[in-house]
């Protein structure tokens, strides 16, 4: 939080410690310090996050990056390692996923979706600051406004149910419900996300989630029954299962 208050790095505030704030520094600095106390993540705070070694201009209406996500990226880097694929980052909120794809492949297309106009203005900002010129940003709820023939779909969906504990601790408070919640089991926009997919995705597309360490088995069971398989689940940093695969074996006439 100094070092947004200062636009200075930490090793500036290492290299200068006998450094003496402004009134003003010092009051903008008491003032978040005050608003973390309360729980507001660091992040809103100074409006920005690091992930996949990007830093990515964030905000109250976007879900904040997290580490395990990029499990999700390191996937889809492994089974889509091909030149000139189209891909679609569903629910894109700040554009992490799209942009740390956009950065690996130039050379793909890819879609950045999302039904919040306000996420999607942070979208925009983030795609201009790292330069992405091969994301395309479209307003859409999930799938409705977006291109066919896509060779894979990544998604970190909402998938906290109604009544889950976490949504009254740590981060979670803050965040924006309409990212978190998803239905009375967590499992709706799953559903939804699917349905659409079988009708966007290429024969033999693939399909990534996101989802809760203990949904692996119903997320499986709803890719298998429209139409998926050779479905897989992987494991995210803390060694729980997190991130499941499928691959689309729907025509859509």
Request: charged fraction near 25%; proline fraction near 6%.
């Amino acid at each position: 939080m100094l070092s947004f208050i200062l636009k200075k790095n930490r090793a500036y505030l290492y290299t200068y410690p006998e450094k003496i704030l402004s009134p003003s520094e010092l009051k903008n600095f008491q003032d978040l310090i005050i608003q973390r106390t309360k729980g507001l993540p660091i992040a809103y705070l100074i409006n920005s996050k690091e992930f996949w070694s990007l830093e990515l201009a964030i905000n109250s209406h976007t879900l904040i990056p997290r580490p395990e996500t990029e499990v999700l990226i390191q996937t889809v880097l492994k089974y889509l390692d091909k030149p000139n694929l189209r891909i679609a980052d569903f629910g894109t909120g700040s554009g992490a996923i799209a942009i740390a794809l956009s950065k690996e492949h130039p050379d793909w297309k890819i879609f950045a979706l999302d039904y919040s106009q306000e996420a999607l203005e942070i979208t925009q900002k983030n795609i201009q600051k790292h330069q992405c010129q091969n994301i395309k940003i479209i307003h859409s709820d999930w799938g409705q406004n977006c291109p066919n023939e896509l060779d894979a779909i990544v998604s970190n969906p909402p998938y906290l149910s109604l009544t889950d504990p976490h949504l009254s601790s740590g981060d979670l408070r803050f965040e924006p419900r309409s990212a978190l919640i998803s239905g009375k089991f967590g499992l709706e926009d799953f559903e939804k996300i699917i349905l659409d997919s079988q009708k966007l995705l290429k024969p033999e597309g693939l399909l990534f989630f996101e989802h809760g360490y203990e949904q692996a088995q119903a997320v499986a069971d709803l890719l298998k029954n429209n139409h998926f398989s050779f479905i897989e689940t992987l494991r995210d940093l803390n060694n729980l299962d997190r991130v499941s695969i499928g691959k689309n074996l729907w025509t859509w006439p």
